[in-house]
């Protein structure tokens, strides 16, 4: 359920001397990165709530690809309201949501948004999206 991605070590940039990871834990996205280099010795963890940092998400969608979120226009509102509560969307980006393709990133994101969307009552489900479909 889980899957790190080998990161560089922070201090001294050995290739896989950290690891990236994301996840739901408790209805929340949780990000982490671990470094235990064992080049410089250097150990730390750190580690927060909701996206993360930008350079990691990108590394997170490289390794493991972009997810999509497949939820049915008859739950447009619903699916918009519940969206909401978890990210800053405005309403001009609500309005841009391409239903049945209502929600795009990394895998754990994915889940996340469809563990809320599930707990509203709204049937979705989390796709990869394939290498044609990201034209
Ligand atoms: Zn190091």
């Known amino acids: 359920m889980n899957r790190c991605v080998e990161i560089a070590c922070p201090i001294c940039g050995n290739l896989d001397g950290a690891s990236l990871g994301q996840s739901v834990i408790f209805g929340k996205l949780r990000w982490y990165v671990s470094t235990n280099c064992p080049r410089c010795r250097h ?25 999509n979120l497949v939820v049915d226009v008859q739950f447009r509102v619903a699916f918009l309201k519940t969206l909401r509560e978890l990210v800053s969307v405005s309403f001009a980006e609500a309005s841009k949501i391409k239903f049945p393709k209502a929600f795009s990133g990394t895998k ?10 599930t707990a509203a009552g709204i ?13």
Do not use: C, M, N
Not at 47 to 63: I, M, N
Not at 108 to 117: D, G, M, N, R, S
């Open 43 to 67: 150990v730390s963890e750190e580690d927060g709530v909701g996206f993360p940092p930008q350079t990691h998400r990108e590394k997170l969608l490289v390794s493991g690809g972009t997810w």
């Open 108 to 117: 754990a994101e994915v889940e996340w948004v469809l563990y809320h969307a």
């Open 123 to 135: 049937s979705a489900i989390a796709e990869q999206q394939t290498d044609s479909g990201s034209k």
